[in-house]
């Protein structure tokens, strides 16, 4: 099994930062990780992803040019570096991680494993 722990989520003004860890442990083998946030009363969505051998990375448009994903191999741990956040991005950020591969990982399905979550605030 993989467990997976979120750290770094906040309270932080609009326009600030926040970097979110997500480290795996357990059997830690996996085609990609990703990032997913749901705000109160929505459902999930896709931020962001990165397949784990060749470190491709993909975004959703309501994020890209303003959060970056990484991973360290070593570490077994995921990123998501958060700039220029806005009120919209309220959310608790869930890590995910996927066994198979997939041309595409940005659908909550195909992930196999969750973090527990952990909530960001951004106040206007």
């Known amino acids: 099994q993989v467990q997976l722990v979120e750290s770094g989520g906040g309270l932080v003004q609009a326009g600030g930062s926040l970097r979110l860890s997500c480290a795996a442990s357990?059997?830690?083998?996996?085609?990609?990780m990703g990032w997913f946030r749901q705000a109160p009363g929505k459902e999930r969505e896709f931020v962001a992803y990165?397949?784990?051998?060749?470190?491709?990375?993909y975004y959703a448009d309501s994020v890209k040019g303003r959060f970056t994903i990484s991973r360290d191999n070593a570490k077994n741990t995921v990123y998501l570096q958060m700039n220029s956040l806005k009120p919209e991005d309220t959310a608790v950020y869930y890590c995910g991680g996927v066994r198979r591969y997939y041309s595409d990982y940005g659908v909550a399905d195909l992930y196999d494993y969750w973090g527990q979550g952990t909530r960001v605030t951004v106040s206007s």
């Open positions: 357990g059997r830690t083998f996996m085609s990609a």
């Open positions: 990165i397949t784990w051998g060749g470190g491709s990375t």
